[in-house]
Each structure stands twice: as C-alpha cells, then as structure tokens.
C-alpha cells in the first residue's frame, strides 16, 4: 500500500516561468520540477500551500510505495494563478528552496506556449 507525501527534487532542475497574460491583468506562474523519487513512485503532483501568506509556495507531492530499492526519475509540471513575484517557494521532502521566477510578457505568450508544446511533446 502506498502513502502520500513529499518527494524530493533536483533544486538544479526547477524552473518557474510567470506568464503575462495581458496589460495591468494578472498572469499566471508556470512551474517545473523534476528529481528522483524512491521505487516505487507515481502520481505526481504540484500543490499551492493554501496556508502560505508570502507569495506562492507549491509542495511536490507524489504516492510512495511499496518500497523498492533505487530511485525512478520523474518530471512534474503545474500552473497557478496570481499576481507576480520575483521569487517562490518550492517544498520538497529534501527542503524549501527558493527560486527565482523568469517573466514571458504579453507579446509574446504565443511563442513560449507553442515552444513548451514541441518540448512537451518530445518527452
């Protein structure tokens, strides 16, 4: 049987892109993460910390279990509205890292969607 908790992350490999969607209107935060869970993991999840007050902070969430030895690569992706902020939170079971937050403006929301299509497509 398995059990629901954190999972750990390759901080190295955790991205966040804040999408603008319009003038003087708020946008929306992209957020990746990938790392090595134990065998056997599955049911990836990010999740907004609906407790946090500072901004966005987003647990990486997964089911463990039964355990096995060794570790599986995983790659999780989630999106979250609200307003800008230069930095979040991601919280994982190895710790909460901050990480700094790259803008796409407005003008240019229709490239980046159809670049993260091609390399979401390739996985």
């Given at each position: 049987m398995g059990f629901y908790g954190k999972e750990p992350v390759t901080q190295s490999e955790c991205k966040v892109v804040?999408?603008?969607?319009?003038?003087?209107?708020?946008?929306?935060?992209?957020?990746?993460?990938?790392?090595?869970?134990?065998?056997?993991?599955?049911?990836?999840?990010?999740?907004?910390?609906?407790?946090?007050?500072?901004?966005?902070?987003?647990?990486?969430?997964?089911?463990?279990?039964?355990?096995?030895?060794?570790?599986?690569?995983y790659k999780v992706h989630g999106t979250f509205q609200g307003a800008f902020q230069e930095e979040i939170i991601i919280s994982a079971s190895n710790g909460n890292f901050t990480v700094k937050v790259e803008e796409i403006p407005h003008d240019e929301v229709e490239n980046y969607i159809k670049s993260k299509s091609l390399e979401e497509a390739s996985y």
């Open positions: 804040y999408v603008w969607t319009g003038l003087g209107t708020p946008g929306f935060f992209s957020v990746y993460v990938q790392g090595e869970a134990q065998n056997y993991s599955y049911g990836f999840d990010l999740v907004r910390d609906p407790h946090f007050v500072g901004g966005l902070k987003v647990d990486v969430m997964g089911w463990t279990g039964p355990l096995g030895e060794g570790t599986t690569p």
